[in-house]
Nanobody, 124 residues
Framework: QVQVVESGGGSVQAGGSLRLSCRVS????????GGWFRQAPGKGREGVAGINISGVSEYYADSVKGRFTISQANAKNTLYLQMNSLKPEDTAMYYCVASWNCRGAYPDEVAGYWGQGTQVTVSS
């Protein structure tokens, strides 16, 4: 049973930083890619960042380019999202997804395994 568990969310003032972590376990074959999605109240889900297993290919939404960095641990069972220069519009529930179906570094949302989410709140 694949499990995806996020941690590291919280409240921060605008301009601050947070680091999200995501541990993936229970798989037989390593996911080919992983990523972070977010959803704010009343808004649609947005793909924020993705990375493939080799670490060569990365994806970032335009809204976070230059501020967020996705990475993975050497064992490749943990994903990180370093978020700098946070803005109030970054406030959302952030979800980690691990998938074996990928478009480059972008995980297939339907085929992927999702975590429960971690809340990020940025105040102005």
């Amino acid at each position: 049973q694949v499990q995806v568990v996020e941690s590291g969310g919280g409240s921060v003032q605008a301009g601050g930083s947070l680091r999200l972590s995501c541990r993936v376990s229970g798989y037989t074959y390593h996911p080919r890619c992983g990523g972070w999605f977010r959803q704010a109240p009343g808004k649609g889900r947005e793909g924020v960042a993705g990375i493939n297993i080799s670490g060569v290919s990365e994806y970032y939404a335009d809204s976070v380019k230059g501020r967020f960095t996705i990475s993975q641990a050497n064992a490749k069972n943990t994903l990180y999202l370093q978020m700098n220069s946070l803005k109030p519009e970054d406030t959302a529930m952030y979800y980690c997804v691990a998938s074996w179906n990928c478009r480059g570094a972008y995980p297939d949302e339907v085929a992927g395994y999702w975590g429960q989410g971690t809340q990020v709140t940025v105040s102005s």
